[in-house]
């Protein structure tokens, strides 16, 4: 098998684009990353961290995070958050990101969002090849402004789908 080829199918597969947000011992994180729908009932999604990142450890301690599902409108908010590791600062003081409070976790929610849904850890994979960690997570909370629309990240770019995607 050729690396290059595969490497340039996966970047074919259509991702959700999201910023997980965490709060452990009062420190507040976020990271941008891709969550997997898994089931309806029971409520089930999934993401893949990198154990290296400072989200992975806020995780980590509280066993919840919930997933920001990005406006169009917020396409600048994923590089940002994407880029920038939070060891060192405050992403959200850092971009001016204002957040709201979740009902049913610590981690704060992103305001302006399409969807923001509140997960708490249900079956963590540490053993995964190479140096992420897979979460399954219980979804515990959910609120969406149907006006607004998500996006998608393909091939390295983003992309707006607009009207195609209302409910
Ligand atoms: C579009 C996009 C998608 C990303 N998806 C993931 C992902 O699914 N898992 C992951 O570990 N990192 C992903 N990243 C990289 C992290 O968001 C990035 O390394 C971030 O700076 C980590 O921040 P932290 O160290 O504060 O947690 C993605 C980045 C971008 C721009």
């Given at each position: ?8 199918a996966?970047m074919q597969?259509p991702?959700?684009v999201?910023?997980l947000?965490a709060q ?6 976020a990271m941008?990353?891709?969550?997997m729908?898994?089931?309806q009932?029971?409520p089930?999604l999934a993401i893949?961290?990198?154990?290296t990142?400072a989200t992975?450890?806020l995780?980590?301690?509280s066993?919840?995070f ?10 600048d908010?994923?590089g940002?958050f994407g880029?920038?590791?939070g060891?060192?600062i405050?992403?959200f003081?850092?971009f001016g ?5 979740a009902n049913?976790?610590r981690?704060?929610?992103i305001l ?9 850890v ?5 053993d995964?090849?190479?140096?992420h960690?897979i979460?399954?997570?219980e ?11 998500p996006m998608?990240?393909l091939?390295?770019?983003y992309?707006?789908v607009?009207s195609?995607?209302?409910?």
């Amino acid at each position: 098998m050729s690396t290059k080829s595969f490497v340039q199918a996966t970047m074919q597969l259509p991702c959700s684009v999201t910023i997980l947000t965490a709060q452990a011992d009062n420190i507040q994180g976020a990271m941008t990353a891709s969550s997997m729908y898994v089931s309806q009932v029971p409520p089930l999604l999934a993401i893949s961290v990198s154990k290296t990142f400072a989200t992975y450890h806020l995780i980590e301690k509280s066993k919840e995070f919930a997933i920001n599902l990005i406006a169009d409108s917020q396409q600048d908010l994923a590089g940002k958050f994407g880029s920038i590791h939070g060891y060192e600062i405050d992403k959200f003081k850092e971009f001016g990101v204002k957040t709201e409070t979740a009902n049913m976790i610590r981690a704060p929610l992103i305001l302006g969002c399409f969807a923001n849904i509140e997960c708490r850890v249900q079956t963590s994979l540490w053993d995964v090849e190479g140096n992420h960690a897979i979460y399954i997570a219980e979804v515990v909370g959910f609120r969406m402004n149907d006006k607004l629309s998500p996006m998608v990240w393909l091939n390295n770019k983003y992309f707006r789908v607009g009207s195609e995607c209302k409910l």
